[in-house]
C-alpha cells in the first residue's frame, strides 16, 4: 500500500482546481532493485503504484533469496506487500492504526513462511536492508518528472496522499531530484486510518475544500473507489492492473505518467473549464 501504491498525491489549481495523486510507493517509484537481490533474472517487474516504483527492491530480493529458491522476485514481493496491506487495513477497522513500516518485518517472515523458505539463512542484515530499500531508495517512474512539469506548466498545484510517512515521501521524491514541499504530502498516520477508510480522503477533501475541482489520480483502483465515493474525479493509471470493471469506472485512463497528465489538462485543465461555462 505504500502506495505510493502517482503517488497517493495531489494536484490544485490555484481555487479552481485539485487533482490528487496516490500509491506515490509503486506508482511513483519502483521496486525492482529491492526484489533483484532475492530471486533469479526475471524481466521487466513493474509495481502496482503510481509515480515510484518497487524496482530497487526487487534488486535485493534477487541477491538475497536467489539461492534457496526458484521462486520469482516480484511474485515474492508482492506476496509479502500484500501481507503487510492485510494487517495494515486489519488494524485500521479494528481501530488499532500502526504505521505500515512498522509491519513490514514481521510480513517479510509470514511470507518466507508460507513459501516455504528456510528462514534462519536469511541474515536479519539482510532484512533490515530490503526495509531500508522500500523506505528510502525507489526509484522514480518513467515520466513522471514530465508529467508533474506539464501539470504544474497548466496551473496544478502537486499533492500528495499516502500510506507512508511525510519525510518517506519527502525522500523519494528529493533522490529523484522532483521537487515536492513537505507541507503538499498527506499521511495515513496523519488521521490514523488506512486506505480505503474513508477517514484518509475526508482529510484530505477538508484541506482542499477551497478547490473548485478536486481529481484523485491513483494506481489501484480500490484507491479511486474510496475517493470517488467521497467526491473526488478519478484518474486511473494502469501501471499494473485494470481492476476497473470491479470497483468501477474511473473518469479518465492512461497507461504511461505523461498520457495521464494531458488527460487531466484535457478534461479538467483551464481551457476545459472554460468550455463548460460556455
Not at 49 to 63: A, E, I, M, W
Not at 264 to 272: M, T, Y
Request: aromatic share 12%.
Amino acid at each position: 500500500m505504500a502506495r505510493l501504491d502517482f503517488f497517493s498525491s495531489f494536484l490544485r489549481r490555484r481555487t479552481e482546481t485539485c487533482l490528487a495523486i496516490a500509491d506515490v510507493l509503486g506508482a511513483c517509484f519502483g521496486y525492482d532493485s529491492v526484489v533483484d537481490n532475492f530471486l533469479p533474472p526475471r524481466e521487466n517487474v513493474t509495481g502496482p503504484c503510481v509515480v515510484f516504483g518497487y524496482d530497487s527492491v526487487v534488486d535485493n530480493l534477487q541477491r538475497i533469496l536467489g539461492p534457496q529458491t526458484a521462486v520469482l522476485p516480484d511474485i515474492f514481493f508482492s506476496a509479502w506487500m500484500s501481507n503487510a496491506d492485510v494487517d495494515f487495513q486489519y488494524l485500521s477497522v479494528l481501530q488499532k492504526y500502526r504505521s505500515h513500516s512498522t509491519l513490514l518485518k514481521k510480513a517479510f517472515y509470514k511470507t518466507m513462511g508460507e513459501a516455504g523458505f528456510a528462514i534462519d539463512p536469511v541474515d536479519e542484515a539482510d532484512v533490515d536492508m530490503l526495509i531500508s530499500q522500500y523506505s528510502e531508495n525507489l526509484p522514480p517512474r518513467a515520466g513522471l518528472s514530465d508529467m508533474m512539469q506539464t501539470l504544474r506548466a497548466g496551473g496544478f498545484t502537486i499533492f500528495c496522499c499516502s500510506d507512508a510517512s511525510p519525510d518517506q515521501v519527502k525522500t523519494y521524491f528529493d533522490k529523484a531530484g522532483v521537487d515536492m514541499p513537505i507541507k503538499n504530502i498527506f499521511s495515513c498516520d496523519m488521521c490514523e486510518a488506512a486506505k480505503p477508510d474513508a477517514k484518509v480522503y475526508k482529510m484530505v477533501k477538508k484541506e482542499l475544500c477551497h478547490a473548485k475541482v478536486l481529481v484523485f489520480a491513483a494506481a489501484h483502483a480500490w484507491d479511486l473507489a474510496g475517493a470517488k465515493k467521497q467526491g473526488f474525479n478519478t484518474a486511473y493509471y494502469r501501471v499494473d492492473e485494470d481492476e476497473s470493471g470491479i470497483f468501477g469506472e474511473p473518469d479518465v485512463v492512461a497507461d504511461t505518467l505523461p498520457q495521464l497528465g494531458s488527460a487531466i489538462l484535457q478534461r479538467w485543465g483551464q481551457g476545459a473549464w472554460y468550455r463548460a461555462r460556455k
